[in-house]
C-alpha cells in the first residue's frame, strides 16, 4: 500500500486499490485488507484472486456485510455481498452508502 502514499506511483495506483476494513463474523475483531477494485458510480466491484488462499472475502457470504474502504482519500461505507461462480471465482460487489 506503500505506492498508494508515493509521490511518484500514488496517482497511478490509487485509482485502483485501496484498503477495506470489516469485522469479522466469528471474531468481531475488525480487520484490515489491501485489494484491486473497480469503481462504477456507486458500485466497488473486487475480483479476489486466489480466493481458496483467503478467508477475507467469506465474511460477505449470503446476505453480506457491513464494509468500509477509502476511495479518492475519503473513508466510505457500505454493503459488501460475495459471490462465487461457477469456475471458482469470488467476486465482491459492494454497495457504497449515500
Known amino acids: 500500500m ?14 485502483h486499490l485501496t484498503v477495506v476494513t470489516y469485522t469479522g463474523r466469528r ?3 475488525t480487520f484490515s485488507t489491501p ?6 458510480a456507486d458500485t466497488v466491484t473486487i475480483g479476489v484472486q ?3 488462499a ?4 467469506r465474511n ?5 456485510g457491513p464494509i468500509s474502504l477509502e476511495l479518492e482519500g475519503i473513508d ?10 461457477e469456475a471458482g471465482r469470488v467476486t465482491v460487489t459492494v454497495r457504497l452508502d449515500p
Open 54 to 57: 483467503k478467508v477475507w472475502w
Open 35 to 40: 485489494v484491486a477494485f473497480r469503481r462504477a
Open 76 to 85: 466510505r461505507t457500505g454493503h459488501a455481498v460475495a459471490r462465487r461462480d
Open 27 to 29: 471474531s468481531g475483531r
Open 50 to 52: 486466489l480466493p481458496d
Open 2 to 15: 506503500t505506492l498508494r502514499t508515493s509521490p511518484r506511483w500514488g496517482r497511478l495506483v490509487s485509482g
Open 60 to 64: 460477505f457470504l449470503d446476505e453480506g
